[in-house]
């Protein structure tokens, strides 16, 4: 089953976030992570990475920096502030409670979703 592009669309910054979470990064990196943790279900597309970014970065959520590559072409590396971590930790007590709600309004048995 396809993913829904509204829901993914809604959670671009958070998915984002939690990959600098864990340890900075640069764009075409983040795109093949997202693809491999996703088991292929999201293929985030340039535009939408560097328009995020820039939105990131513009919060304060985010900085970058320009990486100092002894071969190839120098990268533009991305990495979470605190105020940037406290987003993702808020986004992600608000995903839990979004899942929960949603679990009981859209399972069979919500005696299940209570578990979750």
Known sequence: ???????????????????????????????????????????????????????LSQDGLI????????????RRYYRLTEKGLERLISEQQAWLETRRTLDLLLLNNPAEAQSI
Do not use: H, V
Not at 28 to 37: D, E, G
Not at 38 to 46: F, R
Not at 63 to 74: K, L
């Open 1 to 55: 089953m396809a993913l829904s592009s509204d829901i993914l669309r809604g959670y671009t910054d958070t998915i984002l976030l939690k990959c600098l979470s864990e340890g900075d990064s640069y764009g075409y990196q983040m795109i093949k992570q997202i693809a491999r943790l996703s088991n292929g279900a999201l293929e985030l597309k340039e535009p939408t990475l560097y328009t995020a970014f820039r939105r």
């Open 63 to 74: 900085d970058s920096y320009w990486g100092d590559e002894q071969s190839g072409a120098r």
